[in-house]
């Protein structure tokens, strides 16, 4: 993208480097002392420092907008785009994802910083693990996103070039329907997971606490928690474990008869990334005791640490095969290069109580195997293996997979809600200034009515009889031409046959609405950015 000079830095570089009438000089006049000079230093009257810099920056800012107003046409050929750029999981590496990562924290600045940039009226910042991506309303697409992309790169620290290697940009649709997809847990590593849309949440209530989401934004992320609600609620997608450790977790509690599942003794051999995972799923399911099997203590505190909604039982590595006597279930998550458990271990083991079926369960999530296959052929026990729980994996993706499908019906219905509503906003500036020039005709008309029958021959009920007979006449004229301003999906008028009316409108009765409203938008602009 080749870089051009804003209107607003050029006119505001110009209004502050041309020199004010009267030079500094002669606002030094004054000095301490009845005007005098005293030791050669010249002291400026303060006030007068301070109006001068007060003038300076006011034929700035009317330089500024005055520069914006000459080339406001370009600006009337293109509608405000909402858009996205930004990077995720998919599409760049973590170092590149960590430099880039705001903290919550910090979201209110970045927009503030971002809605300061020339042509960026809106912006949201959805920062996750998986994924940065910046959501904006800009004045112009192309000088928008560069202004982003930049900001991007002075942030981070990354040259512009290497960023672009690594961005995705949307535009208009396409930038709806992607933040619908990520809200709906479509674009997540794990199809239809839950946790990225209690983030799309937490953008919004960032934006009402600070006060800095736009209209449009927050209307946006609004409509995307609907869809991802939805998605969730109409087509059940997240159910169905999709990794190996949840669906470890999710055959066990399969196998336990049904009412006493939660009150299994779990044991997991290996607290590594894998056995990590189990006791999260297990949390999630609403386990709140496990046993924890591993060569060392450490690692084990820190999940103890993290995981405050599970107790956590720490036995040492030589006291396993006592621990496996007290357990239903047996996970087994290490690095060993040999089994752990032969046929002749299982069948040291007491029997589980009938109340838990009877049967002891290994659980094997570990390549190579921590559990002989011969195990099995102990009448008390059941192995499950990695390829055991691919196969429940496998048919829970091909079920989310359809699952996925069905959701981008519901995300459709979604985007034409929101578009329905922002081509609605279209219109809305030429119905209020079509109704506030009816409004002053009839006031106007009716003052003169009222001068010539009178004050004084008309009682309140008849003068109220006859503003009440003017503003139906009105309101009966505005029906019809304000119906075709309608464009809220209602009807099968298209926004191109709306926008006509509009603009046919705005030329019978010299609205003017189009200019009016991107001199507002420069203006609102350039008082922010002197501000």
Not at 213 to 219: E, P, S, V, Y
Not at 225 to 251: D, F, M, P, Q
Not at 493 to 518: C, G, Q, V, W, Y
Request: glycine share 6%; aromatic share 4%.
């Amino acid at each position: 993208m080749a870089t051009t000079t804003s209107a607003t830095t050029a006119a505001a570089a110009a209004a502050t480097t041309a020199k004010p009438r009267g030079s500094s000089s002669a606002l030094c006049q004054r000095v301490a002392g009845g005007g005098r000079r005293r030791s050669g230093v010249v002291r400026c009257d303060a006030a007068g420092v301070e109006a001068q810099a007060q003038a300076v920056a006011k034929a700035a800012s009317v330089a500024a907008l005055e520069q914006f107003k000459i080339s406001a046409d370009r600006y009337m050929k293109e509608r405000s785009t909402i858009a996205v750029i930004g990077l995720s999981v998919h599409t760049a590496p973590v170092e590149m994802r960590e430099k880039l990562a705001v903290a919550e924290e910090l979201w209110p600045r970045a927009i503030q910083e971002l809605t300061s940039l020339n042509h960026i009226e809106e912006a949201a910042v959805l920062s996750t693990c998986n994924r940065m991506e910046i959501y904006v309303v800009a004045l112009s697409w192309n000088r928008g996103i560069r202004e982003v992309v930049d900001w991007m790169s002075k942030k981070s620290g990354i040259p512009a070039s290497e960023l672009r290697e690594h961005l995705f940009i949307l535009r208009s649709s396409d930038a709806t329907r992607h933040l619908f997809e990520v809200s709906a847990g479509l674009d997540s590593l794990v199809l239809g997971e839950g946790q990225i849309l209690a983030q799309v949440k937490q953008v919004v209530r960032s934006g009402q606490n600070s006060g800095g989401l736009g209209k449009n934004i927050d209307r946006m992320f609004k409509d995307a928690i609907t869809a991802g609600k939805r998605v969730r609620c109409e087509t059940n997608i997240s159910s169905g474990a999709v990794s190996v450790s949840s669906a470890a977790v999710e055959l066990a509690l399969m196998k336990l008869p049904k009412s006493e599942a939660l009150s299994a003794r779990m044991l997991l051999i290996g607290a590594g990334k894998m056995g990590k995972l189990v006791i999260k799923h297990l949390v999630a399911k609403g386990c709140k005791k496990v046993v924890v099997v591993n060569r060392s203590v450490e690692r084990v505190d820190a999940i103890r640490e993290e995981m405050k909604d599970i107790e956590i039982v720490y036995r040492p590595l030589s006291d396993m095969y006592q621990a496996a006597a007290e357990a239903d279930v047996v996970f087994t998550s290490t690095a060993s290069e040999t089994s752990l458990f032969a046929k002749e271990h299982a069948e040291a083991l007491p029997p589980v109580s009938d109340t838990m079926g009877g049967v002891r369960l290994f659980v094997d999530i570990s390549v190579p195997r921590n559990v002989s296959a011969c195990v099995s052929e102990v009448g008390a026990a059941r192995v499950y293996n990695v390829d055991d729980l691919k196969e429940v994996v496998e048919a829970n993706k091909e079920d989310r997979l359809r699952k996925a499908m069905e959701a981008q019906t519901i995300i459709t219905e979604e985007l034409r809600r929101f578009e329905a509503w922002r081509d609605s906003l279209e219109t809305v500036p030429t119905i209020k200034k079509l109704r506030s020039y009816a409004d002053r005709i009839r006031a106007s008309e009716l003052e003169k009515c009222l001068q010539k029958v009178g004050e004084d021959a008309l009682t309140k009920k008849m003068r109220r009889a006859i503003e009440e007979l003017s503003t139906g006449i009105v309101n009966k004229l505005l029906h019809g031409p304000l119906q075709h301003l309608r464009c809220d999906g209602s009807d099968s008028r298209t926004l191109d046959e709306t926008l006509e009316n509009m603009h046919a409108l705005n030329r019978m009765f010299s609205l003017d609405m189009e200019k009016a409203i991107i001199e507002q938008k420069i203006k609102a602009k350039v008082e922010k950015t002197q501000n």
